[in-house]
């Protein structure tokens, strides 16, 4: 729920509100202006890449650590990429 907030408040900040007719349910199916995709989905499978974003971030000086599977701790942290152009579309990588 905090991850869907967050995402409507991106959109928001960067000039591209939802529509005010568009849903809980209509959000949660992704109908809204661009993607949101995290690693160990369909777009991003590879958890192991995680490890290259808390390079880049070095999120540990808030807290965050990734555990020997890839995994955040603490549990009910997360991570994601935004890509807010209008044509992006959910996708599987192969």
Not at 3 to 21: I, K, N, Q, V
């Amino acid at each position: 729920a905090f991850a869907e907030m967050l995402h409507t408040r991106l959109r928001t900040l960067w000039g591209f509100p939802d529509p005010p007719d568009l849903g809980i349910g209509e959000k949660l199916k992704g109908r809204y202006r661009g993607i949101r995709v995290s690693f160990g989905y369909p777009a991003c499978p590879n958890l192991a890449d995680q490890a290259t974003l808390f390079r880049l971030l070095e999120p540990e000086t808030i807290g965050l650590h990734l555990t020997e599977g890839f995994m955040m701790d603490p549990e009910a942290s997360v991570s994601a990429l935004v890509f807010h152009h209008p044509a992006a579309k959910y996708f599987k990588a192969e």
